[in-house]
Each structure stands twice: as structure tokens, then as C-alpha cells.
């Protein structure tokens, strides 16, 4: 069994790097506070004998040795956070992963294969899109060299801001991943409802993001006839509306949010002249998620052509819904009724790295009770009896896969 | 007859500061580059032999004697611009008097009344609400005290910003005008649609400014059923299209503007918690200007509803139409037909200081063409043959009111 009392204090001690005022974190990737809080981790690992290695992308890996040689166990997630995050999102899949080792190290107990943990680069996509990204690359579904050229909504490029923390590694990760498990907060309201203690997570739904740049005219607000305006701003609004309207009609599943407008200038007494948004659309159904990204194509160029403006459309990020692994799903689910533990299976609403993961390996993860089913918010919270159930969970998993 | 070349030199001068890359000027009220602009008018004024004071709110006034003391004939307009505005919106006003004062010092004409310049603070409105800010309180539409603390669009008490740029002066304008003239482009397309030469302002058109605040609750883009949510972001957005929408539909002069909508964490995964949006309306006609208010409260409430977000109203600015004053009205039409040419009488689209002016004196204004009718944009332009127009009736106009 792993330390209940431990565990919360690692989380803690995380939660104070990037602490907001008011509570919860703001540790967007790669910037100096996320710095601070993979100094600390890397600190963390060494300080439980863990080889640490830190690969092009800035993930950071830290391996116990097994008896042999080979195709690692690998228990991750992510440190970065969105700017208004809670203490729970992402680390505590890679904290319950040191745990994970600080109780085998007490243990004194030998595995067969190699365990890792692993902490991936700009899981959020907040800063830099798309998110999952450091594991992406670490699958090989992103070249190296793309990613180290995207760039930050703060107009920074990967590359260089990896350089400026001091995080452009120049290990490997692992070769080869036997099983990856990720414990994670589920981020939404159905354990808490259905009071289930740990959520045996399917796969997770489909992702897709699109910004939108959008182009009229700047003039003036007091003289311009409404006839002649090309209104970015406008034409901004009424695409975000109107995302929220068909989302609403298509209903099931569908969810949709335009969380990000900029105007530019964004003052009151002139029509702006330029618009940036984002639209997010999810679906765990393939055919239906490309069924709202034709209503969103649909809506773009009615509102381009009523309202006179240019859309140009960016890909952000695009993720057909993914299917977590029977075998390692059966294990979850065993291991935690075993433990005593209620269980409901579940599909994912967020992205994680998890799903990258199961490109090239089995995968699969663990949710615990997220309180109010909130996340993305500084009050996102999960009792520590939840806290310690995942991680118990985590490490049963971990030994029936790595022992031999 | 002004001389029209060192009317357009007096504009590029000007214009070279807080000039933007790719055209147009960026002169926000009391930020350093409009320092500079004030100290550079200073100067030409100092130049031109004017007795320069500087008011508590930073208005600008340079004195040119006349045979006796009392009510001054005053030529004004101000300095300030939009973040992406032009080199004529406002500066023209005050540079034409510049060069009005230059013409009577060449023909050494002694006028019997004083001649004043006025620069007026933060007419604009784009940093600080109210527009017409400095007029407002030299005409003792503020008080003093509440102007000074007044916060700009980022973050910044006025008085603390005029005290930063040293134009938080101790002396006093004129007590008393006689007269105020304010040449001004028109910002609009009536004057070149119609080939005319000079507009003669009947008065200005109420202005109605509102700051809309929403409070939702942040949440994760991903897990967050629809049901459940409380977007901030939504809200806006259906706000803004609504205001969009009932403008067009109430027809007639009625425009409407949400030019700035700023969200809270404004990222892609996010839900917003918070919006901060305005909603600028305006019609010649106080009765319909009210009931385009109203539709905007009952817009507001139903979203507020409908969405389950609170929302603050605040108003920034709320000026009812104004008419100046029939004599200078019809002083100025004689004198361009007078000179030749072609009038016609209209009503400002935005506003201007003239309307605070004619709260303590005969005021008027006299407009000349923007070329299509483009202003609050890098690209506005007024032909320099329009402008010495503007400025010959100006002149002709002091004299009549000035001279004995
Ligand atoms: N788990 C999580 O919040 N991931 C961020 C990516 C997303 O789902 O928006
Ligand atoms: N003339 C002018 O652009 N004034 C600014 C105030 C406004 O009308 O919005």
C-alpha cells in the first residue's frame, strides 16, 4: 500500500510552484514557474534513486531499474497547467507515480521490468497547441523539428523557450513501453454522482480544435453606417454563438466551446478590425465529431459572406477518439474490485497523454472522483481518500505488469 | 488665406509621433507618446508667440492676445488618438489653429477679442471613459476630482497618468468664450459621396457607452457537460450578435458596436468565467437612442437567464444629442459659400468637444471630407486641398467673431 499522508503532501509541495493567489496553479508550459516545478520533480526523482533522463521535447523520465533489461512499465502524465488550474490535473498521475516507487523502494521489492515515470511536455495544449504534445512527439506522431517550431499564444516559439528553462534534453526516453498506466482526476461529474471510487477509463473522445483569424475593417463607431461595416468583432461573436446554438441542437454527447476571442484594437468606440477564436469540439464518436466540424464550416462561411469578412481557418489539433487496451482495462478493473474498491467504466471527455501512449503500446488509465466534477479551475479539488485509492490501484497494476 | 503647404507640414510633423509602422498614429491619452505630442504642441505654440497654460486635467490652451481683455474666441479639438488611428482625427482641429494664428501674425492683424488653441484630454475615450473627457470638465461637466480618478482601459488612474507626463497643470483656461469652432474631418462618407467641400455641423448625436462584466464559472472544455455550464465567454458572444442583430433591425440612423470583449483565462480548453465586453450605441434622436437602450437591458437579462451568469453594467459615457448654435451655424455656411464652396449641413456621427462647449458657449464645428469615409483607421486620409479648405473658413470665421 502506498502512504496516503505522503502522497497528499507531494501534491502539496507541487501545488506551491506556480501558486495563485486565491488558490489552484498557473504553471503554463515552459515557462519559468513550470521550470520551478521540473526542477523540483527532477529533485524529486533523483532524491528516490530514479535515472533521470530528459529527451529533445522536454519530457522528463524517471527510470528504476528492473531485474532485467527491457521493455519498461511506464506510469505518467504531465506537470504543466492551464493558467487557472487546479493542484490535481496531470500531476497527480506523475506524483502517485513517485509514490508508486517510494513504496517499492520501502519495500525493497526487485520488479522484473523497468519502471518509469514519465512527465510530458505541454499535456494542456494552453500555451502551445496541439496539447499531448510532448507525448505525441515521444510516439513519433510529430516530428521533432514541427514541434520545436510551434508557437505560444504569447508569440514565443517551442523551441526556444525549451532552451530558455534549460529543458532541451538530449537523452531517449525508454525504447520500449511494455504497459503504460496513467492515474488522473476524472475532470467531470459521473464517479462523484454515481458515488464510484475509481473510474476504469475506456478511451478517450475525439478532439478537435480550429482557430479562426478574422478579417474586416476597422472604423469608426459613431460614423460608419451599419451597411458598410465589416465587423470582425461582430462576425467573431455570431461564429461563438452560433457554435454554442448548434452544439445545443446536436445535444448526445456533442460539447463545443469557444473558450479564447482577442479583437484587435478591442476598444470601445471602434468596429474591430481583426478577430482571433479558437473553437473546441468534442465527440466519442468519430462520424458525429465530423458532423459538428461541417456545421462549424457551414456556420464559418455563412457569417464570412453576411458579414463581409475573411476567415482564414487553422488547424490546432485533430484526435480521432481513442480505445484504451482490453487486457490492461480487465487489470484496472480487477485490481481495484480486489482492493475493495467500486468501479464504473467510463470514456474520457478530456485529452491525455494516454492516448498518445496507446499508439505504441498498451495503455490505459485510472480516474478518481473529481469534486463538483470540476477541472480547469482554481477550486478543482479531489479528497485524498480518492487520492490514495488511484494511487493503491496504480501500484497494483504496476507490479502485476513489471514482476514477472 | 492660410498657407496651405505649412498646414500639411504642421500635420506630418505631428503625425511623425506615435507614428505606427505601416501608417497611421497610436497617440492613447496620457501615455508618453502623447507626451511627446503634447510637448511638441507646446512648442509650436511657444513659436507662434502664445501664452501657454496648462489646465488641472491637462488641457492645453495657448493665448494669442487680442486689443482688450474678455471672452476669448476659442479654435480647439485634441491630440489624443485611438491605438489605430489617423493623422487628422482631432490633431487637425488643433493644428488649423495653429496656422489660423500663424496667418493673422504674417498679416500682422490685430484681432479686438483674444484667440485661444485648445487641446483637450482624452477626447477620444479609447483609454478613458468618457470621451470628451477634458471638455467635459472644463466645462464643468465632471468634477475634477472624479475625472482624476477615473481608471483607463489598463489599469491606470488618470490623475496619476497626467502627473507621469507632467501635464497635471495648475492654471486656468479662459473663463469665458465667446466662441468655440472646431474644424474636424468628417470620419464619415456623406461629404465625398456627395462631392461637397465643407460640412456644416448641426450638432452631434447622442452617445450611449455601457461596460458589460459577466461572471461565469471556468471549467474544462472537454468534460464539462452543456447542461452544467456556466460560460462567461457565451454569454458575450450572444450578447454582442444580439446587439448586432436588434441594430439592424431597428433600422434608420440606430448604430450599435461591442468593439472590445476581453475573456477570462482566454484559452482554448477553457470555459470562460469571466467577460469584460462594452456596447457603444448611438442615434441623433434621444427617444430612439433610450429605446435601443432598453432593448440592450432586455438583452442582458435574458442572456443572464439563459446562460445562469451574473452581469454588472457600468456606464462609461452617456451624452444626449446636442445642437450648436444657430448664429455660428449659419456664420460658418455664409463664409465657405462665401470662399467659394459647396456646403451642406449634417449631423456628427461621433462626438466631439464642441459638444461639451456648447454647454457654456456658442459652439459649432465645420467638417471636411474623409476619403471613404474612414476614420479609427491607420488608413484615414483627407486630401490636402480639403484641408486648407477647412482651415481658410476657420479663419475667415475667427475674424468675423474676433475682429471687432
Ligand atoms: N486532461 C486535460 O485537462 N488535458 C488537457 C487537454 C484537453 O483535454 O483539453
Ligand atoms: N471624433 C472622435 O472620433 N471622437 C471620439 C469619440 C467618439 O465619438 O467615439
Redesign the interface.
Known amino acids: 500500500r502506498i502512504d496516503p499522508a505522503r502522497l497528499v503532501s507531494r501534491v502539496e509541495r507541487l501545488g506551491k510552484i506556480g501558486a495563485l493567489e486565491g488558490g489552484g496553479v498557473c504553471r503554463l508550459a515552459l515557462t519559468p514557474s513550470e521550470k520551478l516545478g521540473r526542477n523540483h520533480l527532477v529533485a524529486e526523482m533523483k532524491a528516490l534513486g530514479l535515472k533521470v533522463a530528459i529527451d529533445p521535447i522536454g519530457n522528463i523520465f524517471g527510470t528504476r531499474k528492473g531485474r532485467r533489461e527491457g521493455p519498461a512499465v511506464m506510469l505518467g502524465s504531465h506537470i504543466d497547467t ?3 488550474g487546479g493542484l490535481y490535473d496531470g500531476a497527480l498521475g506523475v506524483l502517485a507515480g513517485l509514490e508508486v516507487i517510494a513504496t517499492l523502494n520501502d519495500g525493497n521489492i526487485e520488479t522484473d521490468l523497468p519502471v518509469v515515470v514519465a512527465a510530458f511536455t505541454n499535456e ?3 500555451r502551445f ?1 496541439p ?1 499531448m504534445l510532448g507525448s505525441l512527439v515521444f510516439v513519433g506522431g510529430l516530428p521533432l523539428a514541427d514541434a520545436l517550431d510551434i508557437v505560444s ?1 504569447d508569440g514565443k516559439r517551442l523551441g526556444d523557450e525549451l532552451e530558455a528553462i534549460g529543458y532541451a534534453g538530449t537523452d531517449q526516453g525508454p525504447e520500449e513501453v511494455a504497459a503504460y498506466f496513467e492515474l488522473h482526476i ?4 459521473v464517479l462523484e454522482d454515481e458515488k464510484i471510487e475509481i473510474g476504469v477509463v475506456l478511451g478517450v ?1 475525439g ?1 478537435s ?1 480550429t ?1 479562426l483569424t478574422i478579417r474586416g ?10 451597411r ?1 461595416r465589416r ?1 470582425a ?2 462576425a ?6 452560433g457554435v ?1 446554438a448548434f ?2 441542437a446536436l445535444g448526445g454527447d456533442q ?1 463545443g ?17 481583426k478577430a482571433v477564436m ?1 473553437v ?1 469540439l ?1 465527440n466519442p464518436d468519430e462520424a458525429l465529431l465530423q458532423a459538428a466540424e461541417a456545421k462549424l464550416a457551414a456556420l464559418i462561411e455563412q457569417i464570412a459572406g453576411e458579414e463581409d469578412v475573411t476567415i482564414e481557418r487553422r488547424g ?1 489539433a485533430r484526435f480521432e477518439p481513442v480505445d484504451f487496451t482490453p487486457a490492461l482495462i480487465e487489470n484496472i478493473d480487477g485490481t481495484a474490485k480486489a482492493l475493495g474498491l467500486s468501479t464504473r467504466r467510463l470514456f ?4 491525455h497523454d494516454a492516448q498518445m501512449l496507446a499508439r505504441i503500446a498498451p495503455a490505459a488509465m485510472i480516474f478518481v472522483p473529481s469534486v463538483n ?6 477550486t478543482e479539488y479531489t479528497e485524498p481518500a480518492d487520492l490514495a485509492n488511484g494511487a493503491n490501484v496504480l501500484l497494483q497494476v504496476t507490479l502485476k505488469q513489471a514482476l514477472p
Open positions: 492551464v493558467a487557472t494542456e495544449g494552453a497547441a496539447d499564444i476524472e475532470q467531470g461529474p473522445q478532439i480544435w482557430e475593417r476597422s472604423a469608426h463607431a459613431g460614423t460608419t453606417p451599419i458598410l465587423d468583432g461582430l467573431a461573436a455570431r461564429i461563438a454563438a454554442g452544439v445545443r460539447v466551446t469557444v473558450g479564447a476571442i482577442t479583437l484587435t484594437p478591442n476598444l470601445v468606440n471602434v468596429v474591430a478590425e479558437t473546441d468534442r490546432l474520457s471527455g478530456a485529452g466534477g470540476i477541472s480547469h479551475n482554481i
